[in-house]
């Protein structure tokens, strides 16, 4: 079973940095993608960011690209380095596998989610 667990939120000035982490345990097959979503105080999960388990192609919202980079090692771990953080960037940031073959932006195909992390950017 694919366990998700995120680390690294915190709270940070505007135009700072923070990386989060995902650590993962369980098969994940190198068709399958993780992703990263948010979720702002009375708004929707949002996606932010994917990264395909084998051939590591990413995909970025549009109100990230530029600005996060999503990687990850030759091990177990998922990153999200977000740079020049907003205020608006102020969310419960959760990582997420997608345990089956084909891309999704959508939280709905999304099977397993971690517990969260915050992260707090002040202006």
């Known amino acids: 079973q694919v366990q998700l667990v995120e680390s690294g939120g915190g709270l940070v000035q505007a135009g700072g940095s923070l990386r989060l982490s995902c650590t993962t345990s369980g098969r994940i097959f190198s068709s399958y993608y993780i992703g990263w979503f948010r979720q702002a105080p009375g708004k929707e999960r949002d996606f932010v960011a994917a990264?395909?388990?084998?051939?590591?192609?990413t995909y970025y919202a549009d109100s990230v690209k530029g600005r996060f980079t999503i990687s990850r090692d030759n091990a177990n771990t998922v990153y999200l380095q977000m740079n020049s953080l907003k205020p608006e960037d102020t969310a419960v940031y959760y990582c997420a596998a997608r345990l089956r073959v084909g891309v999704s932006f959508d939280v709905w195909d999304y099977d397993r989610w971690g517990q969260g992390t915050q992260v707090t950017v002040s202006s």
């Open positions: 990264i395909r388990w084998g051939s590591g192609d």
